[in-house]
Nanobody
Framework: QVQLEESGGGLVQVGDSLRLSCAAS????????MAWFRQEAGKEREFVAG????????LYSDSVKGRFAIARDNAEKMMYLQMNNLKPEDTAVYYC????????????????????WGQGTQVTVSS
């Protein structure tokens, strides 16, 4: 069972940058899709960005496209989310998640598809 742990959250100002990290307890294999979700207080968890581990293809939500970048480091069993030009509406708890499926070929934006989750890290953007 894969364990995921996020880090890197914090309090920043509008326009600042922040990089989140997700550490996996075991090697992330080509049958994984990894993703970042976020959840604002009182709202449903929403998809932010995802990466297909087999070929590195990525997917972003419209709200973060052009500002956020998802990346992976196979050797270090890490996934990252570089967040630039942060806005108050980016304030949320950010979660990393893993979808494990033999023959996986696409990135799902639905949280119910994901098998493993981290505990989350808080990002607060102050104006």
């Amino acid at each position: 069972q894969v364990q995921l742990e996020e880090s890197g959250g914090g309090l920043v100002q509008v326009g600042d940058s922040l990089r989140l990290s997700c550490a996996a307890s075991e090697p992330i294999l080509s049958r994984y899709a990894m993703a970042w979700f976020r959840q604002e207080a009182g709202k449903e968890r929403e998809f932010v960005a995802g990466i297909l581990w087999s070929d590195g293809s990525t997917l972003y939500s419209d709200s973060v496209k052009g500002r956020f970048a998802i990346a992976r480091d196979n050797a270090e069993k890490m996934m990252y989310l570089q967040m630039n030009n942060l806005k108050p509406e980016d304030t949320a708890v950010y979660y990393c998640a893993a979808d494990v499926n033999w023959g996986i070929t696409s990135i799902s934006t639905h949280q119910r598809i994901y098998d493993y989750w981290g505990q989350g890290t808080q990002v607060t953007v102050s104006s």
